[in-house]
């Protein structure tokens, strides 16, 4: 028998009692989760396994190899171009409050030896909205793949198209496409990784044109959100429809694999599309 033994935490017994930050309720199967375990757990239900949001910086420590990981255009950050009311009051509320600059993280690393050119979306930032910045530093990093012959991963996490800036929005759909059309023409792999919530403008373009499209379990993947295509439609929708689950059985996702197992995963990916 242990004579030290560690202390289990401790569940608060009032709601109201409970410091912020420290609990967080799982949606699926209401556990409550103390906030080291739900780091330590890659932000996974230790219960359920339902996938919480992960933040930029979080998944590229998940992924890279240890000290691989260089950043590009971290200091690239919208302005107002069509001057949208109170936009850049809303952009610096968010730079601070999230520390980040704009939605999307970019950079160079390595993941199990091989190279790549990763942008990893953080949907803390505008709901992970696509504006002039997002989608000029992804076709940035994937222009930077193509010339170091490096492979493209790109996790979405999106609401779609941010319409304060409107057609700039809509003109980073092309214009990463583009990109990765020229990245294919060099014979470089993509792989997309599409996490909860995947949607609009996101999902219209680089997020599902993959050379391999993965998805994390149960998330949300579709152009519009189920009550706009129910009523639109005027039909009921199948069960299960727009779940990563429903676009793999239809063909759009070519697997399902668990945040824990995403790192061997692409090991795995790399070691057969960039084999010499």
């Known amino acids: 028998m242990a004579i030290f033994k560690k202390p289990s935490l401790r569940k608060a017994s009032n709601l109201k009692d409970m410091p912020d930050h420290l609990w967080t309720k799982c949606p699926e199967c209401s556990e409550m989760i103390h906030t080291l375990d739900l780091k330590q757990h890659h932000f996974v239900c230790p219960s359920c396994d339902h996938h919480f949001l992960m933040g930029a910086y979080d998944r590229v420590e998940l992924l890279a190899d240890p000290g691989s990981f260089e950043e590009t255009n971290a200091d690239m950050f919208s302005k107002n171009p069509l001057g949208f009311a109170k936009y850049e009051d809303k952009i610096d509320l968010l730079r601070e409050k999230t520390g980040l600059n704009d939605g999307v993280v970019t950079g160079k690393l390595s993941i199990g030896g091989k190279p790549a050119v ?159």
């Open 118 to 276: 990763i942008a990893v979306m953080d949907f803390k930032f505008f709901a992970g909205s696509m504006g002039s910045v997002v989608g000029e530093k992804i076709t940035q990093a994937i222009e930077l793949a193509t010339a170091e012959k490096r492979a493209v991963i790109i996790i979405s996490a999106s609401s779609g198209a941010r319409m304060q800036e409107g057609m700039l929005s809509l003109m980073q759909m092309a214009k990463t496409c583009a990109a990765l059309g020229r990245h294919a023409e060099a014979k470089l792999p993509y792989i997309s990784i599409l996490t909860h919530p995947t949607t609009g403008g996101v999902t219209a373009s680089f997020a599902t044109i993959g050379d391999i499209n993965l998805a994390e379990p149960k998330c949300m993947i579709g152009f519009a959100g189920p009550r706009v295509v129910k009523e639109t439609t005027h039909q009921d929708l199948p069960p299960g429809f727009q779940t990563a689950e429903f676009m793999m059985e239809h063909g759009l996702i070519d697997d399902i694999t668990p945040r824990r197992d995403m790192r061997n995963k692409l090991t795995q990916l790399l070691g057969y599309m960039l084999n010499d």
